[in-house]
């Protein structure tokens, strides 16, 4: 019998445990625990992660609103981190290689809908930090197929979000259609600060909405390139080609809809949102359009760190250790930070 081939760099091989955060149930915070460090089965990358973003959706699977986590979980999936070990029959990366693990960790690649090009729909799909651990700790396993090469230009701190806000963001972005000049988003956090930056770069003339009265965001959105920024409840000054909600509001779907010109489109960003409250048909009259945005295909992943590379995209993060995960998604629980929330783990 020969061995797999395997590829392992001299740190990890006295390595036997790591330290990460663990969820064991919805509405408990997260524990530090030490955890047998896992290894890569065939086609996957053991990873030594450097800094892993936070992501509302982290906070929709701790408060229960994603029902079926795994548990005890690490969440985590905006992972920047370098190849430690590679499991048998992973070639892709070579050892010290740095990537990114997203949000979307594997598909089935035979269900209807990825058979059809549309694997973030995928009937089987496997979420990274929600059905395997993610990257609240020192390493992480991934299917390297559907990790992500990241340009040389973003730290290991300002490319994670790119991997979540950045990634969930383009799509959303792109769903808004190619007639936009007038682009309004709805919630300037994560992923909008980079979707401003994009939008911008491409022309677009954003206005932003927010909680009311948070005038630290809007003055954030002015300086990420907004050309205007206001409460969530008031109208746009001009009727707006599309809107992108970002925030996990329902009644933002009303707002948006009202400030959206015929032919219009609105975009839900997020995986979970509120209800939405009833509204006349005459706000989604004369072909207003209203929609939402799932999961992220690799197509979008390749498209937008390409893109974002270009720019360049500015993402401002806010580190925490991750020892202190739990106050990291309090601060986006509350809306305090400006920019993203970043986990600091293995810095080089
Ligand atoms: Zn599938
Ligand atoms: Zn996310």
Redesign the pocket.
């Known amino acids: 019998m020969t061995s797999p081939r395997r590829c392992r760099s001299r740190e990890e091989v006295d390595l036997k445990t790591m330290q990460a955060m663990l969820l064991d149930a919805p509405h408990t915070a997260l524990r530090p625990a030490e955890l047998p460090i896992p290894e890569p089965g065939p086609g996957q990358v053991l990873v030594r992660v450097r800094t892993c973003g936070v992501c509302h959706t982290d906070l929709h699977i701790l408060d229960g609103e994603l029902t079926e986590p795994k548990l005890p979980l690490i969440p985590g999936h905006q992972i920047v981190g370098t190849v430690a070990v590679c499991g048998p029959g992973a070639a892709r990366y070579r050892p010290g290689t740095r990537i990114g693990i997203p949000w979307l960790g594997g ?5 209807p ?2 058979l059809r090009g549309q ?1 973030n729909l ?3 799909p496997t979420f990274t930090g929600y059905q395997v651990d993610g990257g609240f700790a020192e390493y992480a396993l991934a299917d390297e197929r559907f990790c992500f090469p990241l340009p040389e230009a973003f730290s290991d701190a300002a490319a994670a979000p790119l991997l979540c806000a950045g990634l969930i963001g383009y799509r959303t972005y792109r769903m808004a259609g190619e007639a936009v000049n007038r682009l309004g988003i709805y919630g300037f956090g994560a992923a909008a600060h980079i979707v401003a930056q994009l939008a911008r770069y491409e022309g677009k003339r954003v206005f932003a909405f927010t909680r009311p009265g948070d005038s630290a965001a809007q003055e954030f959105a002015l300086q990420k390139g907004a050309v205007w920024a206001g409460d969530s409840s008031l109208s746009p000054p001009e009727p707006l080609d599309a809107a992108l909600i970002f925030a996990p509001v329902g009644s933002l779907v009303v707002n948006a809809l009202q400030g959206v010109r015929k032919g219009g489109t609105v975009v839900c960003g997020g995986i979970h949102m509120s209800d939405i409250p009833s509204f006349p048909y005459a706000l989604l009259w004369e072909e207003r359009v209203l929609r939402s945005v799932a999961n992220l295909t690799r197509r979008d992943g390749e498209e937008f760190l390409a893109l974002a590379g270009r720019i360049p995209v500015h993402t401002d993060v806010t580190l925490f250790p991750l020892a202190r995960a739990n106050e990291a998604l309090e601060a986006l629980r509350r809306g305090t930070l400006t920019g993203a929330a970043v986990l600091s783990i293995s810095p080089d």
């Open positions: 598909t089935d690649g035979t269900c809908a990825c694997e995928c009937d089987h």
